[in-house]
């Protein structure tokens, strides 16, 4: 049953592949052998993630981990559905709001711990190579408040 859902989520949604494969990846070793890829292209490029449980664009519990480099900015943006986020290593830079203030976002370091209950508007940027935790309940969605900063919008001809 759950292969079918992985399946059925993976023909739905071309961007949930990436996640899908990981996801049976983790699966046969175990569940939590981080196997690292490339976003997928609703996050910005330059950061890597790994899949430690479940399918995060299916329904139900998933874990991943975002490997981001210094300066890696995910910009103000609200989810249907709560995030909550685990600082592995690294420092993670977090606000609220529409619009990226710097001068107003807070630190996280490692074993730091935030929720954005769903539709809340945050960003986030790593201070220095950054290792996060984030699970929730699928299907994962993002919607950026700027259309502009989609990553998707910005690869369409």
């Known amino acids: ?45 330059g950061a890597q993630i790994a899949v430690l449980q479940g399918n995060p664009f299916g329904p139900g519990v998933y874990t991943l ?33 529409d619009k990226i203030d710097r001068s107003a976002m807070s ?3 490692a074993g730091g711990f935030t929720a954005a209950t769903a539709n809340m508007h945050h960003y986030v940027t790593a201070r220095g190579a950054t290792i996060v935790q984030v699970h929730g309940l699928g299907p994962f969605a993002i919607t950026y408040v700027n259309p502009a900063d989609n990553p998707q919008a910005k690869t369409k001809p």
């Open 65 to 97: 981990r975002l490997k981001m480099p210094n300066g890696y900015t995910i910009p103000p943006h609200f989810h249907p559905t709560d995030e909550m986020v685990t600082v592995i290593s690294g420092t993670l830079m977090y606000g609220h709001g």
């Open 1 to 45: 049953m759950l292969k079918r859902l992985m399946l059925a989520a993976a023909l739905a949604l071309p961007v949930s592949a990436a996640f899908a494969q990981a996801s049976a990846q983790a699966g046969a070793q175990g569940g939590t052998k981080e196997q690292w890829g490339p976003v997928p292209p609703v996050l910005p490029a």
């Open 107 to 109: 630190t996280l370091h």
